[in-house]
């Protein structure tokens, strides 16, 4: 998977496959709701194991019964770029 940056037209595609994703500050970033903290907190583990198994990280904020998922390629300088639509993909299939 490439780790250059993408166009803005290349984000806006992907993520007219990437329903509830949004791009913004260079990340793409998603926000799920839970009955509870711990359902937050167990979906924040699962990402947190995808993203390790991926070998590239999510940033991850629960808010109580929510959680945020962020992701950008720090090897691309801070951009998105394919590894981040890959994982944004993966993470909606764990979690939708």
Known sequence: MSDQPLTEAEI???????????HARDR??????????????AAATGVGLLSERRDHHADLAINYNKLTVSVTTHSAGNKVSAKDTDLARAVSDLLD
């Open 12 to 22: 806006e595609l992907a993520l007219s496959d990437l329903p509830g994703w949004t």
């Open 28 to 41: 793409l970033e998603c926000t799920w709701t839970f009955d509870g903290h711990l359902q937050a907190l």
